[in-house]
């Protein structure tokens, strides 16, 4: 039998979803909460959006597994964003007009969370994504407070830039950015740092996404002559980009989003084309037990360890702050009141957890705030949250962290 990817994927969540809740419960009408898994399982995310899928079936596995989350039991609908704003857009109607879920997570590339944030504004639901252009902070795409970004904002990446770039020594920085929200939001916030610190960017190119070449536009840079060019790239322009650098010969250093300088790059380049890149990403609760715990689902469905894919711990987080604030909002409440306790289960001042278990008998003694396995997770008013950065360098064809940046 052929079944493509979108039914598959559609068909193990309904399949877990039966189980978990039982045909009985079912037939009988039990309450559920339905949520939307709604990920990059190909396109440009595809090497993490697999992984954040089974993360959030997963962690809603275990929620159900424990009682549930506020006297409900979690029902997971899966789709494929494809990396792709139009494809996500289809696929978040779908989720939201047929399936009547009411939240949607994992929604990774900025493109993607800025296409779908009006449809789940629209319908009342949550939002939880992994994207970063700061546009989603605030209105109109968050002017509900209906969404929550786990991963760093591109003005943070920006930063933590500027910081490693300082630390490295670098002097004569340029920048090149893919023309997406995402793209020019890590650039122009590593350019607000470095000038606060006293800095010039000597050239700042913004290029047009699927072309063959970028050999014009690496020109231009090169032509300031930077001892460090930072990108705001994703995995296919960054191969093009860097072979065509290679050929040149240049000596210049490159600072790269994780999410582009990633074992795929190393795979396509080689080592001597990838040797001194610096790749930079938001890095897991690595010490916590909610790691500890989110690890182990990972190696177990996945077959790799958690730390190879940060998108991961964060799914797994999304699902498990989600049902905290279920069950502090209590039985039957609506998605306002479950989002009115996002943060009062999340952020300080209250007894420190590190699982859903944990979290849903420490809350009959009062406030608790889950230390997630992506982050400590202390959403701000905007409903963003501030991760530490991992430093990595590539060497003889591995990447390897060298240490940590906090902003």
């Known amino acids: 039998m052929s079944i493509d990817r ?10 877990l979803a039966m189980p978990l809740l039982g045909r009985s419960a079912f037939a009988q009408g039990a309450g559920t909460f339905r949520i939307g898994a709604l990920n990059p399982v190909t396109g440009s995310g595809s090497p993490y959006g697999t992984g954040m899928q089974k993360m959030i079936l997963a962690a809603a596995e275990m929620v159900n597994a424990a009682g549930g989350a506020g006297g409900r039991m979690f029902e997971v609908f899966a789709e494929d964003t494809q990396t792709n704003p139009q494809a996500a857009v289809l696929a978040a109607k779908k989720l939201i007009e047929i399936n009547k879920v009411q939240a949607i997570l994992g929604t990774w590339a900025s493109g993607v969370s800025l296409a779908v944030i009006p449809l789940t504004n629209d319908a009342g639901a949550i939002l939880m994504h ?25 003005d943070r990446f920006g930063r933590a830039f500027a910081e490693i770039a300082q630390k490295e020594g670098f002097k004569r920085p340029a920048t090149m950015a893919f023309n997406n929200a995402s793209g020019i939001g890590n650039t122009e916030g590593f350019r607000k740092a470095w000038e606060a610190k006293g800095g010039k960017v000597l050239e700042a190119v913004v290029y047009e996404p699927n072309q063959p070449s970028y050999r ?11 001892d460090v060019i930072v990108t705001g790239s994703y995995l296919a322009d960054t191969t093009i980009i860097l072979r065509e650098w290679f050929q040149t010969g240049d000596a210049t250093r490159w600072i ?10 190393v795979k396509a380049l080689g080592p001597d084309v990838t040797e001194g890149l610096f790749s930079v990403d ?17 190696r177990k469905a996945v077959g790799q360890p958690g730390l190879s894919n940060v998108y991961g711990a964060m799914t797994w987080d999304m699902v498990v702050t989600l049902a905290l604030a279920m069950e502090a909002a209590g039985p039957g409440a609506d998605v306002a009141a479950i989002n009115a306790k996002m943060r009062d289960v999340a952020n300080p001042g209250g007894t420190k957890v590190y699982s859903f278990a944990e979290g849903k008998a420490a809350l009959k003694a009062g406030k ?16 963003d949250v ?5 430093v990595s360098v590539i060497s003889k064809g591995k990447i390897e962290r060298r240490y940590v940046t906090k902003i």
Request: glycine letters at 10%; zero cysteines; a negative charge.
């Open 368 to 383: 608790i705030n889950y230390e997630g396995a992506s982050s400590i997770l202390d959403f701000d008013a905007a409903g």
């Open 216 to 226: 014009a536009e690496l020109q231009k840079v090169l032509a300031a002559k930077p």
């Open 130 to 154: 992994t994207s970063g252009a700061p546009a989603l902070s605030v209105a109109p795409s968050n002017a509900k407070g209906l969404g929550y970004r786990f991963q760093a904002t591109n």
């Open 282 to 298: 938001s890095i897991s609760n690595e010490e916590a037990p909610s790691f500890q715990m989110y690890d182990a689902a990972y």
């Open 256 to 265: 790269i989003p994780g999410w582009a300088a990633n074992p795929d790059l």
């Open 6 to 15: 979108r039914q598959t994927l559609a068909g193990l969540a309904g399949t």
């Open 386 to 390: 501030t991760p530490d950065f991992g």
